[in-house]
């Protein structure tokens, strides 16, 4: 009990620290706070009292501390502000938008693992021959390309040379919504923006499976498994495998930051309409509410992750809960 109190509190604190940076950044930014929320030009043809009539609505005119405190309240209650770009509150931009975020990441997630445990696991395993160094070579040299530039040759590749997949979107324009064919164009749209994302993500995962599995096979009771004539299928997945998934589950879910990042990139090369697509109206128009209600997202996704990957290891592995 007294590890899991130590561990909220961690994380408690981590995430308050983060927000309050989250805060202090955009009013570090150079010039007044109305240049943030009204262009150049509306800014020089209202009065002062227009001014400051604007500034009194966003509530920019209180001293700062009370700007921290209605930022932080807002938060936990889901008042982001007013996004100046959109007309409409932060909270039901990001609610709009995060499924299709949701779903990529989630999508990417379940490739990515999936394939780069299986491939880590086999070249692993077979570790010195031409397996290890084809698939080792091969998904290092993916993993190192950068992801919008991947996408954009997926785009070349899939929807421009040969027309199998639609370039951009996340559903069809016209379609019914719940229909089959809704749901078929859904997924079309979503293979070239969650490959794009997997093939990235999964070069760590892969690194970070041989990595484990090697680690594991090098271990006595490998060996001593092995001097009792053991068959290799039992020695891999009952002994190897089963150990090498523990240090793989912690760094699959600290890499779910990672991947957040990633998605959002990706989401702008694809003109997905998710969390990434808001970053971009936020940066063009300076909305400071919108990019800070992205920013509390991407970092609080980032902590719950970790938090999580700490919360249930204990339960994975039984030898750390000596203690706790």
Do not use: C
């Amino acid at each position: 009990m007294l590890y899991y109190i130590r561990l909220f509190l961690q994380y408690a604190i981590t995430l308050l620290a983060a927000l309050t940076i989250n805060f202090i950044l955009p009013r570090l930014a150079p010039g007044e706070p109305i240049n943030a929320i009204l262009p150049e030009d509306a800014i020089e043809s209202m009065s002062e009292n227009q001014l400051q009539r604007v500034l009194a609505d966003y509530g920019l005119d209180l001293p700062i501390f009370e700007q921290y405190w209605n930022y932080i309240t807002g938060i936990f209650s889901g008042d982001f502000g007013i996004s100046v770009a959109l007309g409409q509150p932060v909270w039901d931009s990001l609610i709009e938008r995060l499924p299709w975020t949701l779903l990529l990441m989630g999508t990417a997630l379940l490739i990515s693992t999936i394939i780069g445990v299986s491939l880590g696991v086999i070249s692993a395993w077979k570790r010195g021959n031409i397996a290890d160094a084809s698939i080792t070579g091969i998904v290092l040299f993916i993993g190192s390309l950068p992801p919008f530039w991947l996408a954009m040759m997926l785009i070349v590749l899939f929807a421009t040379n040969l027309g199998w997949l639609p370039a951009f979107g996340a559903y069809p324009i016209g379609v019914a919504t719940g229909s089959m064919e809704w749901y078929t164009e859904v997924g079309k749209r979503l293979l070239m923006p969650a490959g794009a994302l997997a093939l990235v993500h999964g070069a760590t995962v892969l690194l970070i499976a041989r990595s484990s599995m090697l680690m594991s096979l090098d271990q006595d009771y490998i060996m001593f498994a092995r001097a009792k004539g053991l068959p290799q299928r039992q020695i891999f997945f009952k002994h190897a495998f089963r150990n090498a998934l523990l240090p793989l589950y912690t760094n699959v879910m600290m890499g779910i930051g990672g991947l957040i990042g990633g998605a959002l990139v990706i989401e702008t090369v694809f003109a997905y309409p998710g969390l990434g697509s808001l970053i971009v109206t936020g940066v063009s128009s300076r909305d400071y509410n919108l990019l800070q209600g992205i920013f509390v997202f991407a970092t609080v996704s980032v902590i719950a992750a970790n938090f999580l990957a700490d919360l249930f290891y204990p339960l994975i592995d039984p030898r750390t809960r000596k203690g706790n």
